[in-house]
Nanobody, 120 residues
Framework: QVQVVESGGGLVQAGGSLRLSCAASGGTFSSYALGWFRQAPGKGREFVAAITFSGGSTRYANSVKGRFTISRDNAKSMAYLQMNSLKLEDTAVYYC?????????????WGQGTQVTVSS
């Protein structure tokens, strides 16, 4: 089973950008779809973006479409989430998850999360 670790979170002003990274180890990275999820204070975990095994297809939550971009580099066992035009409501802990299924991450491998805080 692959393990994943997120990095790249931090404090950024509204309108700014951040790039989150997800480093994978312990498995064949290209055998896993990757998803990004987030959990804001007092709210449940929500889907943000996902990318297929080869990176040929992606999907996004409506709230981030056009602002966030998910990508992966299978040679480096890395996935990324480029976040532009950040809004206050993007403040959350962001999680990377690796799954054998592009659409279901409940049984996947999850990282511990990285905090993103957007300030006004």
């Amino acid at each position: 089973q692959v393990q994943v670790v997120e990095s790249g979170g931090g404090l950024v002003q509204a309108g700014g950008s951040l790039r989150l990274s997800c480093a994978a180890s312990g498995g064949t990275f290209s055998s896993y779809a990757l998803g990004w999820f987030r959990q804001a204070p007092g709210k449940g975990r929500e889907f943000v973006a996902a990318i297929t095994f080869s990176g040929g297809s992606t999907r996004y939550a409506n709230s981030v479409k056009g602002r966030f971009t998910i990508s992966r580099d299978n040679a480096k066992s890395m996935a990324y989430l480029q976040m532009n035009s950040l809004k206050l409501e993007d403040t959350a802990v962001y999680y990377c998850a690796a799954s054998r299924s592009y659409s279901d991450y409940r049984s996947g491998s999850w990282g511990q999360g990285t905090q993103v805080t957007v300030s006004s």
